[in-house]
């Protein structure tokens, strides 16, 4: 029996720890099978939206002061513009977490990062170049809601995969290793 064969397909936290998701990636073999996407937290969002309330409800209170300085079309256009600010704040944290996830396939991890939209890093690590899985949490935040990071060290001068504030990081720190040991098993 193959160790991913005992967990039932499932989603958790807005698509943040997916286990047998039916999806796809582009470098994906024919035979490869998707067992476990990672996201950060969704938690982690919390302090962007909580900046853009502070700043939405700071415009709010500075506009009762404006009138005695500007005009109504430069109340209008510092409002426009400080509104396009804080929505392109929350879309780039978003898109930021949406798009850098991790794959954990039947044959080797995938680390997708995107930085500032327009670069995009993909590490892809062997299985069976896999020397070691550790995951740490840590603060009471990261313990409380039960996410943390995940670091696999490597063979050799290969690059070391890391994952960022993903969710039950001991529970994917276990799928990794269950893994890495079948997969070394079979070799």
């Not at 506009?63 to 513009?81: D, M, T, V």
């Amino acid at each position: 029996m193959r160790p991913m064969d005992t967990h039932a397909t499932s989603h958790h936290l807005f698509h943040s720890f997916c286990i047998r998701p039916a999806t796809r990636f582009d470098t994906q073999g024919d035979t490869e099978q998707v067992l476990l996407v990672l996201r950060a937290h969704p938690i982690t969002f919390f302090f962007p939206v909580l900046n853009s309330i502070f700043f939405f409800v700071l415009l709010f209170i500075m506009n009762f002061f404006l009138p005695s300085f500007l005009s109504i079309a430069g109340i209008l256009f510092l409002n426009a513009f400080i509104l396009i600010f804080i929505f392109n704040y929350l879309w780039l944290h978003f898109l930021n977490w949406y798009f850098n996830v991790g794959i954990i396939t039947d044959e080797r991890i995938v680390d997708v990062d995107f930085n500032a939209i327009l670069f995009k890093q993909t590490t892809y690590t062997d299985l069976s170049h896999i020397e070691d899985v550790t995951a740490k949490t840590g603060g009471y935040i990261e313990s409380l809601f039960d996410f943390g990071n995940i670091f696999v060290q490597t063979a050799g001068t290969e690059t070391n995969t890391e994952f960022m504030n993903v969710p039950h990081p001991s529970h994917a720190a276990k799928i990794i290793t269950e893994l890495t040991r079948n997969n070394n098993a079979k070799s």
